[in-house]
């Protein structure tokens, strides 16, 4: 295996007709989007993702750039049609403008509508010209913070300013940028109101997160967690939130803020959770595909990806665990329960 440049040749445009049909779950729901992690590695670690003191994978264990371009390219080939990149932190990857480039072959040919990464902004003014010209129209940044000591406390090892001169540099590229933050207790749930108006005012979208019960990292998830619901009623009391149907793919429900013009989203894992809608699946690093972010079965396309130069037993794989999709998760915070509900890190699995 190599991480250097990959070298595929761009087919012509497919017919329209030739479109694969979608895969369809034992719910009846179409798996059209992928997330891929390419790192389980990040240059941040934030409080409510990861520990301090980490132990990341062996490289022999992460998929090869070429292995995700094969992988990612068999699920278009089988109907997923908006793909996005995380990690860890995607960027921080070696050589990963390579993998983002040949990706990109597949919107010259109409294959896929959307290329899109989740980033937590510290790479960007190096990489956002790049993203744009291999396709990348729009990203998500995770910012829970716009007070640089508080920045640097969640994050533990990020710099603000940094990433703010990677947003000032995407909006310069053509990117459209939607900011995540994730509410927590006690830790930014009265800096929410100035996040959306800062967002709004430069023309980005706000999307909240509820912590998620995912792996082992150094706090108490009680004291972090705040729902949704609340930060909708203390917002509610100021400004006036419209239910409008945008969607981007993801799982959140989006609002109109009339005093601002602007959208604020809400990904609700535990106060509402989405499943009834899910139509994603998640691939680790190491080829582990996820049919529920909020459960423990899992199906292995490394081993069946590097057992034969030909994609039959990967896309035999691939069926065979979109036949046992769950219908949704089982995410819970609680002292009683002390644990996180899947030991998996939110690294591990893609943000």
Not at 234 to 249: A, C, V
Not at 251 to 269: C, H, K, M, N, S
Request: glycine residues 8%.
């Amino acid at each position: 295996m190599t991480d250097g440049n990959i070298v595929v040749s761009k087919p012509a445009a497919p017919e329209t007709s030739a479109r694969p049909k979608p895969m369809i779950d034992p719910f009846g729901r179409a798996v059209s989007y992928l997330r891929v992690s390419v790192t389980d590695r990040c240059d941040f670690r934030c409080v409510y993702c990861m520990a301090e003191d980490m132990t990341f994978l062996p490289k022999r264990e992460v998929l090869s750039l070429e292995e995700l371009d094969r992988l990612c390219t068999a699920f278009i080939e089988k109907g997923v049609r908006k793909l996005r990149l995380t990690g860890g932190e995607p960027l921080v990857r070696k050589n990963i403008m390579s993998l983002i480039r040949s990706l990109g072959r597949h919107l010259d040919s109409g294959a896929l509508e959307e290329l899109t990464l989740t980033t937590n902004g510290s790479q960007l003014a190096r990489f956002a010209h790049e993203l744009y010209d291999c396709g990348v129209r729009r990203i998500n940044v995770s910012i829970d913070t716009l007070d640089p000591q508080k920045f640097k406390a969640v994050t533990r090892w990020g710099d603000l300013a940094k990433v703010m001169d990677g947003i000032r540099v995407a909006k310069e590229a053509g990117l459209a940028i939607k900011i995540n933050m994730v509410a927590l207790k006690q830790v930014n749930e009265h800096e929410i109101e100035s996040m959306m108006t800062w967002c709004h005012e430069h023309g980005y979208d706000l999307t909240m997160i509820e912590t998620m019960p995912l792996g082992e990292i150094n706090e108490d998830r009680t004291d972090q967690y705040l729902p949704l619901s609340t930060v909708r009623q203390r917002l509610s009391e100021r400004f006036t939130l419209m239910d409008i149907p945008y969607k981007t793919g993801g799982p959140a429900r989006y609002v109109t803020v009339e005093e601002t013009g602007g959208r604020l989203g809400f990904i609700t894992p535990m106060t509402h959770n989405f499943c009834e809608s899910c139509n994603r699946v998640r691939v680790t690093c190491t080829g582990q595909l996820y049919m529920c972010l909020g459960q423990d079965d899992m199906a292995d396309l490394r081993a069946p990806l590097r057992a034969s130069e030909g994609n039959e037993l990967l896309s035999a794989a691939i069926d065979e665990a979109i036949g046992r999709k769950p219908k949704g998760h089982d995410f819970v915070i609680d002292r009683e329960r002390n644990q996180p509900a899947v030991s998996r890190h939110m690294s591990v699995t893609g943000g």
